[in-house]
């Protein structure tokens, strides 16, 4: 089976996106990982790019639009709808979850306090999709 290899990052916390980056580069080298700081510049990637990503890992906290606002402008679109969103969030408030699954979320993963358990957390999130099939693979 093969993993996705086109994943969009919507987070504003830079250390965060850094973490990402070194935890794809390890794990999925062949991996595209794109990033967005903020709810408004990841809709602009999205509405002018043919190559959309596979899975979207998304935010909750963040300024301009946060991740629930993100995820309800992605599924009111027909043509972003069908990606996979998976909130990633230090927040495992249950409400939260909650709402994100409301909104068509397609996981919910709270984030792994240290860099290990982080790599760890991708792992088994890329060991999972390559056993999904999504609609822009």
């Known amino acids: 089976m093969t993993v996705p290899r ?52 998304l935010d909750i906290n963040m300024p301009l639009m946060n991740g629930f606002e993100v995820l309800q402008a992605l599924k009111t679109d027909t043509r972003l709808a069908p990606i996979p969103v998976v909130m990633m969030s230090t927040s495992g408030a249950p409400e939260d979850v909650t709402a994100a699954y409301t909104l068509y979320a397609s996981s919910y993963l709270v984030k792994a306090q240290d860099f290990p358990a982080f790599v760890n957390q991708i792992e088994c999130f890329l060991r999972y999709w390559a056993h999904c099939r999504t609609i822009h693979a």
Not at 19 to 44: I, K, M, N, V
Request: with cysteine; proline share 8%; glycine share 2%.
């Open 6 to 57: 086109r994943f969009l990052l919507i987070d504003d916390n830079p250390h965060d996106q850094l973490l990402a980056r070194e935890a794809f580069a390890e794990l999925c080298p062949d991996c595209h990982l794109t990033s967005a700081s903020d709810g408004p510049q990841a809709l602009e990637i999205l509405q002018t790019t043919d190559d959309l990503p596979e899975v979207i890992l």
